[in-house]
């Protein structure tokens, strides 16, 4: 469902006139033998806060370096703003990149190391200096200004390290998994102020990632990557919602999948899935047939869970509970079908737990809307 | 760039190092002459392709077989094998405990006991075997405390024997000895001991079974620090060893400088060459596999 | 605190015992009065006082300082390219030729080395002479140089190169800015390290030197050869002195900028 209708939502990939800042066209990368990027094509806006994800060795981080200029494609051309980067090394780009490690300086001050680059690029002193400080606000980092980066925390120093790769106002900014070595809190924390910087600054983000609800949380897109190729570009919502395979469905969040066979397709898609039981109903994803292998997406959260048969629902099935978890807001419910499946749900936790309906070895009945569940390709 | 980093240091290596390796090859193929420089043939460019020609059909391999005629060399350099073996043996049986104590001790020691070993290997190593002359001569320091203490009634002699050898020699290389052992034994995760006791290990079958293997690297590289430059070794038995210590850094120092013989100097140069080559490999192989174990 | 058992405390102190007693044997003589080295007759400093005077050997000693000066810089820059090259481009023409003459002269015997550089120079018509000690030192300092760089720049994080270029310097800014500080130390220890091993050389410095030129070790060799003598007492333990106060001192200094940085890390948080 693309996000038609609303004027003020940022969407210039659906628009046809929008030129693309990135533009990486049918390129591949070869390590010796080994395809690390395969025939990979893809556009990225200006402004956009775009995600690569997957797991390692996906190459997303080759992709990014390519971009870089870190490394050169085997084949295959990418254009930043028009121009063919194939022969502009990384130190002549309108590009800056944010590494892992953070890369500081370790023998400049927080205010040489925000400077390095300005200085590059021969700038006078008073107008380094403004930039500086600039970017040192921006952070809020001023008061460190002098200290040497083994002075500093780490997640001041992750600070240091987005500051200086924004000081030159770059076209685009690559970030390499930048939040991996923040704990939990500082990262949901950073992962908003990296948002609000991105938005502020009107700077393309080109994100690497391998934590999905990182990617999920700050990004307009997300390319879902495996294997050296892209397996699904969208907005975070469809990504969710509308996975094109059960690699994508698989990775993202929770889903549970029940196997069968395509035994009606039209507006929705049945799945047939145990004898003498009523077919599952969900939408259709891309490329069915009937008679099909299918598999039957369906995320936890979707469903509802009952002790007696729901009436007004077709999706609903009835098992044993198997196990259940408390997760402080959340509940699960593993539900052990007969025919098999163990099927994962998930409820808010909206009363204390004294009240709890269900408990192990409970007979239940699992339902979901018409709407809630996928049917898939295998 | 780039060209320029490798090109510098490259020319300049095969200027100074080997290309004089071609010179020694060459000159090992000439013959004596009373003339400066004191061989023949010289290359005489000028005589064109005949003279290259008369250059090559002068060369011959009599050096090398004056070499073999001769008892000296052969024994010389097995004297210097021998010698080489017995110091590494020497120096690996005196550095080991050393290293291993330092190892063992309380962290805060480690890096005044590192610097305690360290300062002899800055400090000459013609000074320290100098000191040595004066210790082991007969009316030496260590005659002088024997016979004062009564041990011995006759002051031995020491000096200018093999034995005067081994210990310069033993001394003088012993923190090569003790540094890469002591490298790999700090390494050791000091857990693992406790685990093989744990399972059942007496301190004594822990330090066989455990130790001295994980040890195995450093005392390797120790080692082949110790003999390949022992092998060639010309100052310790010129300073403290007698006219019957046969090593051959000896005796091509001999006959260049005293025998004036370059040719025959440079053939015995050749075959030691020959003769470390393998030594050097397996050196060279040895730190490739540990360096890429390390990765 | 771990107590070190009975056997590891006998054998370092027998250990330092055997490496540092002959040193001070040597220290102490060199106050004896008598000519008779390992005679003592009483504690004079006079030996020091023919020592100064003693032109032959001021001379040498200064040659000695100056060639050991000029080819450590040489070879520290020479080596550090070395290093440079094979720890950072992977692959290139001639890789294995070029890294094995790194690291051949670390272990060759020195009277090979020694020789084949004479023949050199006598074979291109060069004369004997400060110059050629220089190039002969150079030549196999370099290596060490080279072992001691490349070992600092393996573990030596590349991604703050890669910063430096993705800022906008070029290769050579990005190693003069940021490699070269960090390096710094490791550089300073090669050169420190070649300027040891040419001050103490003998055998290639044997080789290499000319009628007119003469270092202090072979001064040192030709009149040891002939027996003990207290002068040379004295200069070694002038030579021992230096380099004591010189490794003491690095140890201090390097102890407490560690204890210093620790303290602020920790307290960074």
Known sequence: MAASGKDDVFTPWTDAGATPLIRIDQVTKRFGDFTAIDNVSLDIYPQEFFALLGPSGCGKTTLMRMLGGFETPSSGVISIDGQDMSSVPPNKRAVNMMFQSYALFPHLSVWDNIAFGLRRDGLDKDRVAARVEEMLKLVQLSQFAKRKPHQISGGQRQRVALARSLAKAPKLLLLDEPLGALDKKLRQETQFELMDIQEKTGTTFVIVTHDQEEAMTVASRVAVMNNGQLIQVETPEVIYEQPNSIYVADFIGDVNLIEGTVSALGEGAELAWAEGRTPLIGQPGAALTKGQGATFAIRPEKIAISADEPQDRRNRVQGKILDIGYLGNLSTYHVELPEGPVVKCEIGNRSRIERRDFTWEDEVWLSWSDTAGLVLAR | MKRLLIGVPFVWLFVLFLVPFGIVLKISLSDIDLAIPPYTPTLEVSDGWAGVAAFFSALDLENYIFLTSDDLYWKAYLSSLQIASISTFLTLLVGFPIAYAMARAAEEWRPALLMLVILPFWTSFLIRVYAWIGILSTEGFLNQFLLWTGVISEPLTILNTNTAVYIGIVYTYLPFMILPIYATLEKMDASLLEAAEDLGCSRMQAFWLITLPLARPGVVAGCFLVFIPTLGEFVIPSLLGGSDTLMIGKVLWEEFFNNRDWPVASAVAIILLLILIIPIILFQRNQQINKEAQQ | ?269
């Open chain 3, 1 to 269: 605190m771990k107590r070190l058992s009975a056997f590891n405390v006998v054998s370092l102190t027998l250990g330092f015992a055997f490496l540092y007693i002959p040193m001070l044997i040597l220290v102490i003589y060199s106050f004896n009065e008598s000519k008779l080295v390992t005679v003592w007759a009483g504690f004079s400093t006079k030996w020091y006082g023919e020592l100064l005077q003693n032109d032959a050997m001021i001379d040498a000693a200064w040659v000695t300082m100056q060639v050991a000066f000029f080819s450590s810089t040489l070879a520290t820059v020479l080596g550090t390219m070395a290093a440079y090259v094979l720890v950072r481009r992977g692959r290139f023409y001639g890789r294995t030729v070029f890294s094995g003459m790194i690291y051949a002269p670390l272990v060759m015997p020195e009277v090979i080395t020694g020789l084949s550089l004479l023949l050199l120079f006598i074979a291109i018509g060069m004369d004997r002479g400060v110059l050629t000690i220089v190039l002969a030192h150079t030549t196999f300092s370099m290596c060490y140089v080279s072992v001691v760089v490349s070992s600092r720049l393996i573990s030596f994080d590349d991604s703050l190169e890669e910063a430096a270029l993705d800022l906008g310097a070029s290769q050579f800014e990005a190693f003069r800015l940021v490699t070269l500080p960090i390096i710094a130390p490791a550089v300073i220890s090669g050169w420190l390290l070649a300027f040891t091993l040419s001050l103490d050389d003998l055998v290639i410095a044997s080789f290499a030197a000319g009628p007119s030129s003469t270092t202090l070790p072979i001064k040192i060799f030709s009149s040891v050869r002939l027996g003990v003598s207290p002068e040379i007492n004295a200069l070694s333990t002038i030579i021992i002195a230096i380099v004591t106060v010189g490794v003491l001192t690095a140890s201090i200094v390097s102890k407490r900028q560690i204890t210093r940085r620790l303290q602020e890390e920790a307290q960074a948080g």
